[in-house]
């Protein structure tokens, strides 16, 4: 397969699994959607971290001409999907609505700080650090999390397990890349600016990003509709 084709499949084969999951999760149907075209921007970040983090072939060979690449907006649209409804689809999840006396809890004082805490974290970090962007990236997110944590004490469970089933998904999600295309990593990693750690092949960085945006994105459903999980 010729190497500009790799990221494109790739990312075309997490579209798969959230097909996949979208049919057999038809309550889930409108969320995965809509959390899916809410992260799907995001994959216009792609110019932070190319060629800092990584430099990959891509369609039309946009990501090195120009940064920006059409796989990164397909990625973030299946990882958002799947982000937010593992949890709830594995361990099927009823919601209720939050009482009027809940959501004026002390801890919701900063309600809309935390939602937008990672996006305003990671700038911060970005302009003020020499980091590579996906530690900016992963510590936005790790600390934006906690912020949930306190802001949900009742999301506990959820957030931290979540953490776990995102990482899980995506080590596996990453050993075909591996398994079918020897040296894709070393290639298009910028692996002198990271830390050169692997886990089966796969850089720690994208296990480390994994876990924190499983926990960061899979409390945010409840946060936004004032919703709590069902005993």
Not at 168 to 193: D, Q
Request: proline share 6%; with cysteine.
């Amino acid at each position: 397969m010729p190497e500009n084709l790799i990221w494109f499949v790739w990312s075309l084969g997490l579209i798969l699994v959230w097909f996949v999951v979208f049919m057999l999760s038809p309550k889930n149907r409108r969320r995965m959607v809509t959390a899916s075209l809410i992260t799907m921007p995001f994959g216009l970040t792609e110019p932070i971290f190319v060629p800092e983090y990584w430099n990959p072939p891509s369609l039309f060979n946009l990501a090195k001409t120009t940064g920006f690449d059409i796989e990164s907006l397909v990625f973030c649209f299946g990882i958002g999907g799947l982000g937010i409804i593992f949890y709830d689809v594995i361990f099927n999840i009823q919601h209720e609505k939050m009482s009027s006396g809940e959501k004026h809890h002390k801890h919701h004082r900063f309600h809309i700080w935390t939602l937008l805490s990672p996006i305003i974290i990671f700038p911060l970090l970005y302009f003020s650090t020499g980091w590579n962007p996906i530690y900016t990236a992963t510590v936005s997110m790790f600390v934006a999390a906690l912020a949930a944590l306190w802001c949900r004490p009742d999301l506990k469970i959820k957030i931290w397990v979540s953490g776990f089933i995102f990482l899980i998904f995506y080590f596996l999600y990453f050993l075909p890349l591996n398994l079918f295309f020897s040296g894709y990593v070393e290639n298009v990693w910028t692996l002198a600016n990271i830390s050169g750690v692997f886990v089966f092949g796969i850089p720690v960085e994208e296990l480390i990003f994994a876990f924190t945006f499983g926990m960061l994105w899979s409390s945010y459903y409840e946060h936004i509709t004032w919703r709590k999980i069902v005993p």
